[in-house]
Structure formats: C-alpha cells, structure tokens
C-alpha cells in the first residue's frame, strides 16, 4: 500500500491528491482518495524516512519500495521489529583437489554429521586447473568445528594419495 501519492487519471480529470494505492502481487487492487481505501486485512503500514509512500507487512511478507534509497529507509524502519532465531554459521575450506576425488569420502562425512549442512562447489582456480570449496553450515559451533576436523583430515588424507 502506497499513501500520499499524486494520482494522474489521464483522462482529463484533475489529479487525486493524497491518494492510496494498493497493491496485491503485481495488480493494482485498489486507487483512490485515502478514506476510500484501505490496506489489506491484517497489515500493517512500513514507513520511511524518505517518501510519504509507504509499503506494508502482511503475515512474514513485507512489501517495499523498488527505489533503493527508500527500501533501504523501510527496511531500517522494520530491522528492529524482525524476530531472529540462532545465527547460522558457516566455513568454508579449500579443498585443493577436485570435487570428484573427495566426494565420496565428504557424503560419508555428510552422512555421521547430518546436523551440518555441507555442501561442494567446484570452482577453476587461479592456475586454471580445476578446484572445489566445501563451505559447512550450523547453527552449533561445535558441531561446524567436528565437521570441519573431518573434511580437513579427509582432505591430507585425498592430497597425500592423489601426489603419489
């Protein structure tokens, strides 16, 4: 829902000053002077600093401005109000081989640490030869740092046979 807006009818009718428009998706579901309209059921308003035009949150859905300034102006206006759970953390290592020399061993590795999120991203490195990260994900960090020792020793292990 956008408030304060000028409105341009464009069919000779003089502008709607102070207008309300709604928006659902991507229609226009309602336009007009502010006491015709109303924001949607079970929404709230999102202001900002910046524009009279505000957008709205509705559920865990925010509606917001597409001009940058003004986003970044409505998302300040509801980053205290967000509601956060534990911080996911993440490492990512090199693995220096490619990602079909570990992954074998890395989905046993997975597989004794199904509360971490591992996953491998192949990649060309810098001397053009082919390459892999595995990034590891959780929300406990002693679970990141166990599953981080394994891929590690894993990776000596894969590195010492694949110079021989």
């Not at 401005?65 to 205290?80: F, H, K, R, T, W």
């Not at 534990?86 to 640490?113: P, V």
Request: charge should be neutral; include cysteine; charged fraction near 20%.
């Amino acid at each position: 829902m956008f408030e304060g807006a000028r409105i341009i009818v464009g069919d000779g009718r003089a502008p709607i000053e102070n207008a309300t428009l709604v928006v659902d998706g991507t229609r226009i579901t309602q336009v007009g002077a502010a006491a015709a309209v109303s924001v949607p059921a079970g929404a709230t308003l999102v202001l900002n600093k910046i524009s009279a035009a505000p957008g709205f949150w509705l559920g865990n859905v925010i509606v917001m401005a597409g001009i940058p300034s003004v986003m970044q102006a409505m998302l300040d206006y509801v980053a205290p109000q967000l509601k956060t759970g534990a911080k996911m953390l993440s490492e990512s290592i090199r693995a220096d081989c490619r990602e079909g020399d570990i992954g074998t061993e890395l989905g046993m590795i997975a597989q004794k640490h199904a509360d971490v999120v591992i996953g491998s991203y192949p990649f060309m490195d810098e001397k053009n030869l082919a390459n892999t990260n595995v990034v590891v994900r959780s929300r406990d960090l002693q679970k990141l740092t166990a599953a981080k020792h394994a891929i590690e020793s894993m990776l000596e292990r894969v590195r010492a046979a694949l110079a021989k």
